[in-house]
């Protein structure tokens, strides 16, 4: 009998695994055609332990991404990168100054593998002039 090389994700370390080998196969998916079945079923493997583990209607969607990022070792500047955006655009959404555009949006869902729903949440931003007052919602309005 052949051994299975994935197996239905049980602990955080085997989730944390299988992220990291998706992120390489995904990386490598052009010199390797083949790499496609593999990329799916990581995928649905990591999108179904996300969905049975993660309570994203727990966090606003600025909370989400802080997660995200301490969750994939990253910091803001590795927002600035993959956005494609400036240092002050990354600093406003980190410290609710701006909300989420779409397309903001969109790339966060697709790179994080997680829903746009996750990030496309009214959410309060303050008032600049760093008050700390809320003075209006973040609206997005991405379309999934």
């Not at 299988?18 to 998916?29: H, N, P, R, S």
Request: include cysteine.
């Amino acid at each position: 009998m052949q051994t299975l090389k994935y197996k239905v994700i049980k602990v955080k370390t085997q989730y944390n695994q299988y992220c990291k080998q998706l992120e390489k196969l995904v990386d490598a998916a052009s010199k390797n055609k083949g790499a496609q079945d593999e990329i799916d079923l990581l995928t649905v493997l990591i999108e179904k332990w996300d969905m049975d583990h993660n309570s994203f209607e727990d966090l606003d969607p600025i909370r989400l991404l802080r997660s995200l990022l301490d969750d994939h070792r990253m910091k803001p500047k590795d927002l600035v990168i993959l956005l494609g955006v400036g240092k002050s655009y990354v600093s406003e959404i980190l410290n609710y100054k701006k909300g989420l555009s779409k397309e903001v949006i969109r790339v966060l869902a697709t790179h994080f593998k997680v829903s746009q729903e996750a990030f496309n949440r009214e959410y309060p931003l303050k008032k600049s002039g760093n008050t700390g007052h809320i003075v209006s919602r973040g609206k997005n309005l991405a379309v999934a």
